[in-house]
């Protein structure tokens, strides 16, 4: 499967940004995750929603103003992130497994080239 993110740019802190994540297939049951690599830092868990849609998690940073939902129709998971703070700047990846309930990169085998958010204080 292949993976595009798309949607990042410059906000300004308390602002709101959507990004996509095209997926090559859905027919495959991939459940599908968001990550963020901050420089200097490790790549970490945003949240992840199910093959179906019915499921979701998050991490504790960004629970209540991240959120995550998919299109199947459309092939796309999104990522809408409101009140945004300047920790929250790092290039966003999206990522798929078959398995689901990790928060670790490891688990996710295909990955998409991330897209830059930044956030201005």
């Known amino acids: 499967v292949q993976l595009q993110a798309s949607g990042g740019g410059l906000v300004q802190a308390g602002g709101s940004l959507r990004l996509s994540c095209a997926v090559s297939?859905?027919?495959?049951?991939?459940?599908i995750g968001w990550f963020r690599q901050a420089p200097g830092k490790e790549r970490e868990f945003v949240a992840a929603?199910?093959?179906?849609?019915?499921?979701?998690y998050y991490a504790d940073s960004v629970k209540g103003r991240f959120t995550i939902s998919r299109d199947n129709a459309k092939n796309t998971v999104f990522l809408q992130m409101n009140s945004l703070k300047p920790e929250d700047t790092a290039v966003y990846y999206c990522?798929?497994?078959?398995?689901?309930?990790?928060?670790?990169?490891?688990?996710?085998?295909?990955w998409g080239q991330g897209t830059l958010v930044t956030v201005s204080s």
């Open positions: 990522a798929a497994t078959t398995g689901w309930g990790s928060h670790n990169v490891a688990d996710f085998r295909f």
């Open positions: 297939e859905t027919r495959s049951n991939y459940h």
């Open positions: 929603i199910s093959w179906s849609g019915d499921y979701t």
